[in-house]
């Protein structure tokens, strides 16, 4: 009876909608509070893994960048970029198990501060990222360590075997870039005419004009170079050359295909006389290898 008095009440119906709002929010407030939570875990998870990143050593930050990471670029790539920026190359050429690679590294490295305008590029002989690198400079049989040294033009202009290397014989192979050019000719069979003169020579355009016909007359068997007396950095170049700085008139050194200079010829030479120098073949002499220390001029004999 007193619950039928009860629901008779009018009031009852509006208790029962409160009780029901309270439970309601009750649940809701259960479900929010167990998401926060898995929320705050994410996030805490979030911030301990960027914290464990935070961790990783500088040395292993920097091991990523540099040259000898094995998982960066191969050393085709690397020396292509390093000749970009107008460097010579030191290049190591080691394999898995081969003794005295860092020996080699430390050498390489202790020529890059006597040239600083070079880099020095490991190379592991067996990663196949290489192999073109391999076949192009002969490699497969190569005892190891290697240094390599590859001019600006990206030719290779000598090496030395780790216990024979020595920072100071290693700069001696990195030729001028006028030298680069020569070497770079003379690998591909042709002769060169190198001209010598300043700024101030007039009659230097009507011999590179003669020397181009030349070249035309040889098939493009002969490359014309020039060479200023007064860049700085050409000046052991123009020493090995025997060149005289304080000469008046342009001058042309015939170097034939074999790297052997073949004349001297004056401002006042047909294109007839230039191809038959060109193309003419001495016996000693010539341009020697870089950082030989003798002389690419004519050889006197000696009384």
């Known amino acids: 009876m007193d619950f039928i008095k009860l629901c008779q009440n009018k009031t ?45 050593p500088l040395t292993q930050h920097l091991s990523d960048k540099n040259s000898y990471s094995p998982s960066s670029q191969s ?30 590294v430390n050498t390489a ?10 880099a020095v590029i490991k190379m592991n002989r067996s990663d196949t990222t290489n192999k073109e690198l391999v076949i192009k400079y002969r490699l497969a049989g190569a005892p190891l360590p ?41 690998s591909k069979g042709k002769s060169v005419f190198l001209v010598v003169s300043k700024k101030s020579m007039l009659k230097k355009k ?19 170079i020039e060479i200023d007396l007064d860049d700085t950095m050409e000046k052991q170049f123009l020493n090995e050359l025997r060149i005289n700085p304080s000469t008046a008139q342009p001058q042309i050194y015939v170097i034939n295909a074999k790297g052997q200079l073949t004349g001297i010829l004056s401002s006042v030479v047909d294109i007839k006389t230039l191809v038959a120098t060109a193309t003419k073949i001495v016996s ?18 000696k009384k």
């Open 109 to 118: 490295q202790q020529a890059q501060k006597l040239h600083p305008k070079s």
């Open 146 to 186: 290697l240094i390599l040294v590859i001019a600006s033009n990206r030719f290779v202009t000598g090496g030395y075997l780790v216990n024979q290397a020595t920072p100071e014989r290693l700069v001696a192979l990195i030729p001028s870039p006028k030298k680069a050019d020569v070497i770079e000719a003379m």
């Open 206 to 224: 009507g011999i590179i004009s003669k020397c181009q016909l030349a070249c035309a007359e040889m098939k493009n068997k002969a490359k014309v």
């Open 284 to 301: 000693g002499g010539g341009c020697c290898p870089t950082g030989s220390g003798e002389s690419c001029g004519p050889r006197t004999n």
């Open 12 to 56: 009852f119906p509006l208790v029962c909608l409160i009780l029901c709002l309270i439970i309601i929010n009750a649940c809701i407030d259960s479900t929010n509070t167990t998401s926060d939570k898995e929320g705050d875990v994410s996030r805490n998870e979030r911030f301990e893994n960027k914290s464990q990143i935070n961790k990783i």
């Open 75 to 104: 050393a085709n790539l690397k020396i292509e970029n390093a000749n970009k920026t107008g460097k010579a190359v030191f290049l190591v050429v080691t394999d898995s198990g081969v003794v005295n690679t860092t020996k080699a």
